[in-house]
């Protein structure tokens, strides 16, 4: 969930934070991070898991467009090496500019991003701790994450080229933008079998169209069992 707008309460509660945030160092955070993550964090959490669930039982990827700071990228390698960890047939692989939005479309898009927006991520960063995790995760030899760096509307075509054995069991859809979501799904479906769910994060959101219209032009809505998470605020997914 992209959140622009903040809430006086929500602002509140930041700035609280950032008081609690300065009397502790880096490691006090790691140790407890649900003590500082807010409900939105939480709900994520919580989404991201009921729909890894969804698709422990189908062979192949776990294909995240738009990472940012690979928080639900990460979960979805720790929720791979606890509940499958030898499914060396399960790979987590994340594509984004990890320099912000790029590709936004004048007329589908809001007119209130740009594209400084998510370039506060550090791609080296993300690596060091997927390195750090293979160190404790079992069959270590084979990769589980791997991370693809550029716009989504090259990179996801040429990806493809280099992956005879894909198989996609779960595409994640959250650049919130329209031209990279329109690629990512007339590229990966053909790679999805039956059953396998494609989540959009933004879905039938109006401050964020892009996903919505992406969608409509790839698929007819009259064919597609669009479903929600109940407590989860505009994520929707679909199984193929
Ligand atoms: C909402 S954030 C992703 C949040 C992430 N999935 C999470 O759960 O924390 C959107 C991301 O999409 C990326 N993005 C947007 N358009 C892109 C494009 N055309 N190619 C690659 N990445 C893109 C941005 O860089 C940004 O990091």
């Known amino acids: ?20 945030l300065g009397r502790v160092d880096a490691s006090y ?13 939480v ?14 039982d189908i062979p192949g990827a776990i294909v995240e467009c738009g990472v940012y700071k690979a928080n639900s990228l990460m979960l979805y390698m720790h929720l791979s090496t606890i509940l499958e960890p030898y499914a060396i047939n399960r790979s987590i692989i994340g594509f ?3 320099e912000g939005f790029t590709g936004i479309d004048a007329e589908r898009d809001p007119n209130d991003i740009n594209t400084s927006m998510f370039s506060d991520t550090d791609m080296s960063l993300i690596e060091s701790m997927i390195e750090a995790n293979d160190l404790v995760r079992p069959v270590n030899r084979i990769p589980r994450c791997e991370l693809v760096k550029g716009d989504i509307v090259k990179t996801v075509p040429e990806f493809v080229k280099t992956r005879p054995d ?6 994640i859809l959250d650049t919130d933008l ?10 990966f479906l053909p790679y999805m079998p039956k059953g396998a769910v494609v989540v959009l994060d933004e879905v039938a959101y109006r401050n964020f169209p892009g996903e919505t219209s992406a969608l409509r032009e ?10 929600r998470l109940p407590f989860d ?8």
């Open 1 to 20: 969930m992209t959140r622009r707008r903040l809430t006086e309460a929500e602002q509140a509660f930041l700035a609280k934070r950032t008081d609690v």
């Open 29 to 41: 955070v790691a140790s407890a991070p649900f003590l500082f993550a807010d409900r939105v964090t």
């Open 43 to 56: 709900t994520t959490a919580l989404s991201r898991m009921e729909l890894f669930k969804k698709v422990l």
């Open 96 to 98: 984004d500019t990890f």
């Open 166 to 171: 894909l198989v996609v069991a779960m595409l």
């Open 178 to 187: 329209y031209a990279s979501t329109k690629v990512a799904l007339e590229t």
């Open 218 to 227: 790839v698929l007819d809505l009259n064919k597609v069992e669009l479903k």
């Open 233 to 240: 605020s505009c994520t929707g997914y679909f199984h193929v």
